[in-house]
T-cell receptor, first 113, second 112 residues
Framework: GEEVAQTPKHLVRGEGQKAKLYCAPI?????VFWYQQVLKNEFKFLIS????????ETGMPKERFSAKCLPNSPCSLEIQATKLEDSAVYFC???????????FGPGTRLLVL | QQQVKQSPQSLIVQKGGISIINCAYE??????FPWYQQFPGKGPALLIA?????SEKKEGRFTISFNKSAKQFSLHIMDSQPGDSATYFC???????????FGKGTTLSVSS
């Protein structure tokens, strides 16, 4: 597609439950990025992929967060045992090359109760 | 440690006026400086971007001014319109990485 697609739009989880978010990059884009936006404005980079390979995971919390990009499937971001502070909007972005413009999806709003 | 500092936090401008948003950075390894526009409930969309080898870039009503020695860059929106009302984020990216480092955003309101 010509836009980054993210599902679901909204996700509500009880503390301790698992959350799984999905991202379909723009067709032909090799790079996928995940960002977390908290308190409406603060963006935090989580992880990036080149095709199915992790490219940069410097922002990824090691313990409860994991991500994958498998061939012919949407990329996913999974949070095990969610905590209240995981409540945020999670954005996926894609780009044709690692130094090129990043195009953002509409985000998934996660609320942990 | 905030690597990209953005100001002001909010801005009110009359229709037809000039909106100016400023950003400062510390890391001299940054080599790409984009500005994103975000409407409520939407993802950020690239407005305009600049690299440090130029001091100014203009696209329509939007201009980036870049001062490498001062490590500052700014967004100017000429003839501001109510449709420009949104949150604007400056960002920076280093030579070796893919992560965009965002400022904290400026909420612009253009009154008609």
């Amino acid at each position: 597609g010509e836009e980054v697609a993210q599902t679901p739009k909204h996700l509500v989880r009880g503390e301790g439950q698992k959350a799984k978010l999905y991202c379909a990059p723009i067709k032909g884009h090799s790079y996928v990025f995940w960002y977390q936006q908290v308190l409406k404005n603060e963006f935090k980079f989580l992880i990036s992929f080149q095709n199915e390979n992790v490219f940069d995971e410097t922002g990824m919390p090691k313990e409860r967060f994991s991500a994958k990009c498998l061939p012919n499937s949407p990329c996913s971001l999974e949070i095990q045992a969610t905590k209240l502070e995981d409540s945020a909007v999670y954005f996926c972005a894609s780009s044709p090359g690692w130094r090129e413009t990043q195009y953002f999806g509409p985000g998934t709003r996660l609320l942990v109760l | 440690q905030q690597q990209v500092k953005q100001s002001p936090q909010s801005l009110i401008v009359q229709k037809g006026g000039i909106s100016i948003i400023n950003c400062a950075y510390e890391n001299t390894a940054f080599d790409y400086f984009p500005w994103y526009q975000q409407f409520p409930g939407k993802g950020p969309a690239l407005l305009i971007a600049i690299r440090p080898d130029v001091s100014e870039k203009k696209e329509g009503r939007f201009t980036i001014s870049f001062n490498k020695s001062a490590k500052q860059f700014s967004l100017h929106i000429m003839d501001s319109q109510p449709g420009d009302s949104a949150t604007y984020f400056c960002a920076a990216r280093g030579q070796a990485g893919t992560a965009l480092i965002f400022g904290k955003g400026t909420t612009l309101s253009v009154s008609s």
